[in-house]
Each structure stands twice: as C-alpha cells, then as structure tokens.
C-alpha cells in the first residue's frame, strides 16, 4: 500500500484544516487506517482512527471534539478535518494503514505498532 498525505500548511489558532491521505496498491476497505503526528523534540504521538468495518472511529484525548476523521471510499481517501486548531496542534502529520483484520479492536488502532503501511507526513503549523 502506498499512502499519499497532503493538505498541510501554516494557520493561524482557531482555524480549521482538512488533511487527505490517499491510498493504493491494495482494495481500501481491506485496511484500517489511522493519523498520528510528531512535534520537534517529541515522540510521535496518535491522533486518530478509523476502522473499515463499521466505520468506527477513536481519538486522542487531546483532539477529541475538535478532528473528526472519514472516508471516502470511491476516491481511496481518507481525511482528518481539524478545527479549532491550537498552537500545540503544530508537528507533521502521518497517515497510516494496516491489513484488515477478521476482528477490530479500536484500542489496536491507537498503536502505531499496529500500522504497516506509512505516509511522508505533512506539515501542519498553527501560529498563535
């Protein structure tokens, strides 16, 4: 699978900004996908999930409320729409996947152990 992220750039605090991640080279409601992000100097940390069955999603604490992820399966695309963005909402951004399995459980989501498959990350900046 080959993950393409896009979408990033600099805004200012309370804006809003829609990542993409487009995939292929495998059928997209075979995996599981997920965004995490990493800040200078900090370990890269998730952000958030989607599950191909049911669409079921997971968040971290820390954007729950503000990013809302989907997708779209006639484009091969999923997306992270952040609103309200915060200054310490500021890293690069990776889109990642992994082969769906015969069970899903959302907690596995939030590993990125669990993820095979990873983007080039984007940059997102948010100036206060």
């Known amino acids: 699978v080959q993950l393409q992220a896009s979408g990033g750039g600099l805004v200012q605090a309370g804006d809003s900004l829609r990542l993409s991640c487009a995939a292929s080279?495998?059928?997209?409601?075979?995996?599981?996908m997920g965004w995490f992000r990493q800040a200078p100097g900090k370990e890269r940390e998730f952000v958030g999930a989607?599950?191909?069955?049911?669409?079921?999603?997971t968040y971290a604490d820390s954007v729950k409320g503000r990013f809302t992820i989907s997708r779209d399966s006639a484009k091969n695309t999923m997306y992270l729409q952040m609103n309200s963005l915060k200054p310490e909402d500021t890293a690069v951004y990776y889109c990642?996947?992994?082969?769906?399995?015969?069970?899903?459980?959302?907690?596995?989501?939030?590993?990125?152990?669990?993820?095979?498959?990873w983007g080039q990350g984007t940059q997102v900046t948010v100036s206060s």
């Open positions: 990642a996947a992994r082969p769906l399995r015969l069970q899903t459980f959302l907690g596995e989501l939030r590993q990125s152990s669990e993820y095979v498959y």
């Open positions: 989607i599950a191909v069955i049911g669409g079921r999603t």
């Open positions: 080279g495998r059928t997209f409601s075979s995996i599981d």
